[in-house]
């Protein structure tokens, strides 16, 4: 419900002039825009919407973006704040969070197209030890699956779920998501406890 509603509430907020007036109470400052990833040909903008855009969204949003602000880094945004002197009213820095490959493979290009630049924040441990993300793994095996029903079997009772709409699965990956953050600090452990998902919701995990 809530996905639904939010186009409408901020319609309603850019009609009612929240917008201009964060621009407004924020002019002075300098923008950070974050994103998390752009889509392969995986299409991972279709089941992550609120994760991915696809690569023409990227470019449309780049478009824009130059058009109203200045790109700079964010060295120069940190010299800048740094020495007390913003030196243009509208600038905005690019970042993206995760250091997912897409960044290097999909965003980077794109970006240089435009010749802009960008920040890159990567999970270091799994950078290092190249571990998946369990969080997306999980959420990525449960968008797949085309069964109708999964039995979530880390809960004692072993209750069986409807996974044939996208709140139902969205229900049953929280519940899987809630579990996983229990494990703590063992990758293997929560990795096991994706591909056990995969096979109750009928996805190969490997194969992801």
């Keep these: ?5 939010k186009p409408y509430l901020l319609y309603v907020a850019k009609y009612l002039g929240v917008f201009a007036l964060a621009r407004w109470i924020t002019r002075r400052g300098i923008m950070i825009v974050g994103w998390h990833g752009v889509s392969t040909a995986d299409n991972e903008h279709v089941r ?4 991915y855009l696809s690569p023409e969204s990227f470019r449309e949003r780049l478009r824009w973006l130059t058009s ?14 740094s020495q007390r002197k913003i030196e243009h009213p509208r600038q905005v820095v690019l970042t993206f969070d995760d250091g997912c490959v897409n960044y290097a493979t999909v965003a980077l290009p794109i970006l240089r197209e435009f010749g ?8 270091s441990e799994q950078s290092a030890q190249q571990y998946p993300s369990v969080t997306l793994l999980l959420r990525d095996i449960v968008a797949r699956s085309s069964a109708r029903h999964a039995v979530a079997f880390w809960i004692a009772e072993q209750p069986e779920f409807d996974l ?17 953050v229990t494990l703590g600090s063992s990758h293997d452990e929560r990795l096991d406890f994706a591909r056990q998902v995969g ?3 009928e ?3 490997e194969a992801i």
């Design 1 to 5: 419900m809530k996905h639904a509603l």
């Design 199 to 201: 096979t109750a919701a």
């Design 203 to 205: 996805v190969d995990a």
């Design 116 to 123: 802009l630049p960008s920040t890159n924040f990567i999970v």
């Design 48 to 51: 992550f919407a609120s994760l």
């Design 164 to 180: 044939s709409t996208k709140g139902a699965k969205r229900k049953f990956a929280r519940l899987a998501l809630d579990h996983a």
């Design 68 to 81: 109203k602000y200045r790109v700079i880094t964010l060295a120069e945004a940190h010299r800048q704040i």
